[in-house]
């Protein structure tokens, strides 16, 4: 048996590839698939593997079971495995676990249930200034509605505290000691939209699978995008969220900036980092 765990990250395309790449699959008989509301839209967020991880309770035996896949790639995708602690302390409280312990958690809960199954997993980056304004889109209803601000202090300063998840070096180390370093791949968003052609490849080697069916399904199903705007972006109730500025941009990049350096260490050079975005 082999599982293939995709943490995520938030608004790395996770909508994409699990709608528009997993579940096409599985209905060719060639994946098995656990992912939180995959076959009832209306599943409570109790039942998310995630969350039963922030509230740190064990995840259920649905998601967990890949008993009957027989010889298809088992996939466990849920990106909120990688949801940061900030965020997701206004669903949970601010006893939520934090999510860089969720590693050792998932293995141990795969392992304890498929005891010679190899566990890899596929990990998608976006450098930290595009990430946390989509997330801030995305999650725009926490300002209009909780006057919960999950980006800015109230003096509007950029405030980062509680992203420790998006130290992406850190977090890759974590899952290479985990899982082990060959059974680790990291692509990046960024050269999803600048170079599909490379990232379909390195998709569908990880996955075990001809490039051009991971480059079919990819390519024809981009979901969850924002409404894009000259000056900013569109929220779901049609409030217009501004670019960041350069100085904020700066200031994201400065607060990650050393974790980023340490990618090198993960396969990354400094010039793709810095066209990219993360330096």
């Known amino acids: 048996m082999r599982i293939l765990l995709h943490p995520g990250f938030p608004k790395t395309g996770s909508s994409t590839f699990q709608y528009g790449l997993f579940m096409p699959l599985e209905r060719l008989g060639l994946v098995a698939l656990r992912m939180w509301r995959k076959d009832d839209p209306d599943e409570p967020l109790d039942r998310r593997p995630s969350s039963r991880l922030f509230l740190g309770q064990d995840m259920l035996e649905t998601s967990l079971d890949f008993a009957n896949a027989g010889n298809k790639l088992c996939v466990l995708s849920d990106e909120s495995f990688t949801a940061p602690w ?8 601010a006893d939520a676990v934090d999510p860089r312990q969720f590693p050792a958690r998932i293995r141990d809960a795969l392992r304890s249930r498929h005891p010679g199954a190899d566990i890899d997993v596929l990990v998608v980056l976006r450098n930290q200034a595009d990430l946390l304004l989509s997330q801030f889109v995305e999650e725009y209803n926490l300002v209009t509605y909780k006057n919960t601000n999950i980006l800015f202090d109230e003096r509007g300063d950029v405030d980062v505290h509680g992203y420790q998840i998006y130290e992406f070096a850190t977090y890759i180390g974590m899952l290479e000691e985990t899982f082990g370093r060959d059974h680790v791949s990291v692509v990046m968003f960024e050269q999803w939209m600048e170079d599909p ?3 379909y490849q390195h998709v569908a080697r990880v996955m075990q699978m001809p490039t051009e069916r991971v480059a079919r399904h990819l390519d024809t199903a981009h979901l969850n995008r924002k409404e894009k705007r000259a000056d900013g972006y569109l929220t ?3 409030t217009l969220v501004p670019f960041l500025t350069a100085q904020q941009r700066a200031s994201i990049l400065a607060a990650f900036r050393a974790s980023n350096l340490r990618l090198t260490e993960h396969g990354f050079d400094l010039q793709t980092l810095t066209r990219y975005g993360y330096l």
């Open 236 to 238: 779901r109730n049609g």
């Open 86 to 93: 900030r965020l997701r302390r206004n669903n949970f409280g």
């Open 197 to 199: 052609a490379a990232f």
